[in-house]
C-alpha cells in the first residue's frame, strides 16, 4: 500500500530537503526565472525565511514537491498572497501539484489572505497553466518575451489571478 501524501511546512533549518529537487527544477530553466547557478542559500533564504513560509509534500519520507507562500507586495499589497510550487519530475502527473495547490490556499485564507497571485507563469508550462485554472485562477496578464526559456528563447509569461 502505498503511504498517503502529506503536506507540511518547514523552516529554514529543513529547507535541505527539498533543495535538490528545487535546484533540479532551477537548473532546467523552463519554468522559473531564477538565475540557473543560484546557490542553496539564496535558495533558502528567498523560500524558507519569513515572510515566506516553505512547505515540502512527502509520501513517507519521499519528498515529491514543495511550495514557498508569502505575501505578493509589502505594505498596502500585502493582502494578496504569492505562491510558487515544484514538482518532482518522477511524479508529474500523479495529483502532488494540485494537492499542494489546494493546501496554499487553505493556508492563504488562515493567513488572512484575500487573494492569490502568480506574478510569473511562463506560457509554454501549458500543465501548470490548465491547473491553476482549474484550482479558479485566471490569466489577468500577458507579458510578452519576458523569459527566457533554456530552449525556446523569448518566451510570454502570464499573470493569474483568483479572489480566495
Known sequence: MTAPLTVREIGAEEFAL????FRSV??????????????????????????SRCFVAERGKLVL?????KPNQPGLGDHVANAGYMVSPATRGQG???????????????AGFTAMQF????STNTTA?????RHGFRIVGQVPGAFRHAAQGPTDVYVMHRHL
Open 65 to 69: 514537491g514543495c511550495y514557498m507562500l
Open 18 to 21: 527539498v533543495w535538490p529537487l
Open 119 to 122: 506574478n510569473f507563469v511562463v
Open 129 to 133: 497553466v490548465r491547473l491553476w485554472q
Open 96 to 110: 502532488v501539484a494540485s494537492a499542494m495547490c489546494e493546501h496554499s490556499l487553505t493556508q492563504a485564507r488562515d
Open 26 to 51: 532551477v537548473e532546467a530553466g523552463d519554468t522559473y526565472s531564477y538565475p540557473p547557478d543560484l546557490s542553496f542559500e539564496q535558495a533558502r533564504e528567498w523560500w524558507a525565511t519569513p515572510p
